[in-house]
């Protein structure tokens, strides 16, 4: 080993341990330790050691710290209730032991039996730590346990069914796609192929899903729910939701970002895409490059020798669109798609709603089983009884069969989008069901509060790590040193304490990265007068969910370039929640502003009406009573009997409030103008006026307060 490397290591040691280790003085500074080692010797009581005695010295001191930083504290699992006999269990030691180990570490606290259960975490920590050991809390496992023999509460969903009861059904298609290619005319041409000509145009019921019937007497039930949160959650039990993909992709336009995300959506659910080219009558449209730009994200159309079809369609004129269906009607019969209509309902909600007349509605696909009126549902912590049953075209229907998109009626809350719809045979069942997912949620919640503890806690021992490792290398007058430079530039790092009114807000975008620029720009949000909360954010449309998270802490939702469904639009409205819509940056931040600065409580202004200078008093009877007059030239403005007056003597104000008389000449008047004469009286006969004073009339209103901060653009 060269010197060079023994100083590294020599320095590498010392950082870790204070005082030195490698010799027996341990006073002697560290730079007289490197100086002896770069002379190839280390000092030590009454003689110097050589280069290879200190050499052996070091790797003795290196083994031991090793073997130090090898040994494991144990980590013991706590919980509420556990017994002296399960801690001996833990720790292997005996019962004995533990006791003796509770009544040392618990001020001399008696416990006995080792059937005794510890109601106190803190006694079983503290017991823990004086044994040398460390210990995390977790749930009693016997409560899990029982927890977990309680899921027949629950409502499940059926075992697979036999196939022997299973039927055809039709295909459920979602279209997805750029919102510039399209899409929405495409839905609209697609829906009125199943309307008669005196109903078309007349749909004011839009439900999200709707069923086409083909000449053939097929039938495809279509999706206009493209990105919705519905679409992750496809398939359960083996039955999927969404069976096809139609790609819109616009000829003159081809493939963009969010029809990329599309594709990774319909890859990542495993479901066929069906590629529908539309714009083809467009004299820029090129179906052919078109398709090569589907190759790069592994697309291959049949023309290439690929399994997708891709139908080059004119949405606006209608044209293929019978050769759209039927791509969709045969690979919908290569998928074989079957369905078991007997057995109990199962379905999967798109949307629901407020509708008048009808109350809350769910748009819900059938999975399973036949829907009638009647039929207890529940999905997610809602439940329904039916009381009607509604087609896409608002018709009212006595039964639902597989595949079909219908409006039903009859729910208590509004479920989510999303959810599973399960059939119930009773409302005790929905009610002990509903329960039991309650308490799962608030399970969650409760794992995701010790999750943000532990980080808090695991955040905090690092700190003190790194401070002891820095206390133990710079020497305590060099740390205490270092310590009071570095405490006021910490403090100016805290956040700053806000009180008084807040505003919570809720934050919904549609990439990441406006997401980040709009967070980064909050980030610089320091005013005192308003306290700015950021309840959630994230990526996608705005869902029923943070519209009820905005109610619970009467905020407000700002959705930066991401579309509002009606269905949330009616919930927000419904629950008194502000959407604020926007898809240029800095107009997001002007209602901001605006949200925060309606916030702010009016502060109370005052407004100078007139001043008037008093040329004389006279003193009057009126009434029988004595009182003072001022004799006064207004010197600006307008004096109003109305308003409020103030009198300045010598810059001492010495009244301030209405007056009793206003007078020019002898008539009484209601106003002054300037440089007219007049007198006036007030009901304090205490005050004598003098030649000289100063009456101010004003007026006191209340004027909106202005946020200290900007945006910085």
């Known amino acids: 080993m060269s010197c060079r490397q023994l100083i590294q290591r020599v320095q590498l040691l010392y950082s870790m341990k204070s005082p030195c280790q490698t010799c027996i003085c341990g006073t002697i500074s560290r730079k007289f330790h490197l100086v002896g080692a770069l002379n190839g010797s280390a000092p030590v009581k009454g003689r110097t050691k050589t280069f290879e005695e200190a050499q052996q010295d070091l790797q003795k001191a290196e083994k031991r710290i090793a073997k130090k930083k090898n040994t494991k504290v144990k980590v013991i699992s706590v919980y509420r209730n556990m017994t002296v006999s399960q801690i001996a269990t833990?720790?292997?030691?005996?019962?004995?032991?533990?006791?003796?180990?509770?009544?040392?570490?618990?001020?001399?606290?008696?416990?006995?039996?080792?059937?005794?259960?510890?109601?106190?975490?803190?006694?079983?920590?503290?017991?823990?730590?004086?044994?040398?050991?460390?210990s995390r809390i977790i749930s009693n496992p016997e409560m899990v346990v029982a927890k977990k023999e309680e899921n027949s509460r629950d409502i499940e969903p059926q075992p697979p069914p036999d196939p022997s009861v299973l039927v055809r059904r039709p295909p459920v298609v979602t279209i997805m796609g750029h919102v510039d290619h399209g899409k929405t005319t495409l839905l609209d041409a697609l829906r009125n192929t199943n309307v008669v000509a005196q109903e078309f145009g007349g749909i004011t019921q839009h439900?999200?899903?709707?069923?086409?019937?083909?000449?053939?007497g097929n039938t495809i039930s279509f999706l206009d729910t493209p990105g919705h949160a519905a679409f992750s959650h496809m398939r359960a039990r083996g039955a999927s939701l969404t069976d096809i993909i139609i790609l819109v992709v616009a000829a003159d336009d081809g493939l963009m970002p969010q029809t990329v995300e599309s594709i990774q959506h319909a890859k990542s659910a495993d479901v066929p895409l069906i590629v529908a080219i539309n714009k083809m009558d467009k004299h820029t449209a090129d179906v052919e490059g078109t398709e090569q730009m589907l190759l790069q994200y592994d697309v291959i159309p049949e023309k290439f020798g690929g399994d997708v079809q891709c139908v080059p369609i004119s949405a606006l004129k209608g044209t293929n669109?019978?050769?759209?269906?039927?791509?969709?009607?045969?690979?919908?019969?290569?998928?074989?798609?079957?369905?078991?209509?007997?057995?109990?309902?199962?379905?999967?909600?798109?949307?629901?709603?407020?509708?008048?007349?009808k109350g809350k509605v769910a748009t819900v696909i059938i999975e399973r089983g036949t829907l009638k009126k009647g039929n207890l549902l529940i999905a997610g912590t809602s439940y329904a009884k039916v009381r009607g049953i509604y087609s896409d075209k608002g018709s009212q229907l006595k039964e639902a069969t597989l595949s079909s998109p219908v409006e039903v009626t009859g729910w208590k809350e509004f479920p989510s989008a999303g959810d599973q719809v399960l059939q119930a045979q009773s409302e005790k069942q929905i009610k002990e069901a509903i329960d039991w997912r309650n308490s799962l949620k608030m399970e969650e919640k409760m794992d995701t509060d010790q999750e943000a503890i532990n980080e808090k806690r695991e955040k905090h021992d690092a700190e003190y790590k790194k401070q002891l490792q820095l206390r133990q290398s710079l020497g305590r007058r060099e740390y205490n040193f270092v310590l009071k430079t570095i405490k006021p530039n910490r403090a100016k790092e805290e956040e700053v304490h806000h009180e008084g009114p807040s505003l919570s807000i809720v934050l919904k975008g549609d990439v990441d990265g406006s997401i980040d620029a709009i967070l980064n720009t909050l980030d610089t949000y320091k005013s005192q007068i308003c306290r700015l909360s950021i309840i959630h954010h994230g990526v996608g449309e705005v869902t029923m969910s943070d519209i009820d998270n905005a109610k619970l802490f009467d905020g407000e939702i700002f959705a930066f370039n991401v579309p509002v469904s009606e269905t949330v639009r009616e919930h927000a409205k419904l629950n008194n929640v502000v959407i604020h819509e926007d898809n240029v940056i800095y107009k997001l931040f002007d209602n901001l502003v605006d949200s925060l600065s309606k916030r702010l409580p009016l502060r109370e202004e005052q407004e100078i009406m007139g001043e008037a200078t008093v040329m004389d008093s006279f003193n009057v009877s009126f009434k029988k009573k004595p009182m003072r007059i001022a004799g006064c030239r207004v010197t600006s403005g307008v004096l109003q009997r109305k308003h409020k007056f103030r009198i300045i003597r010598e810059e001492e104000e010495i009244y301030n409030g209405p007056i009793v008389s206003l007078k020019h000449h002898k008539s009484e008047v209601e106003t002054i103008k300037q440089d007219t004469e007049c007198g006036l009286s007030i009901s304090d006969n205490e005050i004598k006026f003098e030649r000289g004073d100063v009456i101010i009339c004003y007026r006191n209103y209340t004027a909106e307060q202005t946020l200290d901060w900007t945006p910085g653009f």
């Open 90 to 134: 833990q720790t292997s030691r005996t019962v004995d032991n533990i006791l003796d180990a509770m009544e040392y570490a618990n001020s001399r606290q008696a416990f006995r039996g080792g059937k005794t259960e510890i109601t106190d975490v803190k006694v079983i920590q503290k017991t823990l730590t004086f044994l040398g050991y460390r």
């Open 207 to 216: 439900i999200g899903a709707f069923s086409v019937k083909m000449s053939s």
């Open 321 to 357: 669109l019978q050769q759209l269906q039927e791509a969709v009607i045969t690979l919908a019969e290569l998928m074989d798609l079957k369905g078991d209509p007997v057995g109990n309902v199962e379905g999967r909600v798109i949307e629901s709603r407020l509708v008048t007349g």
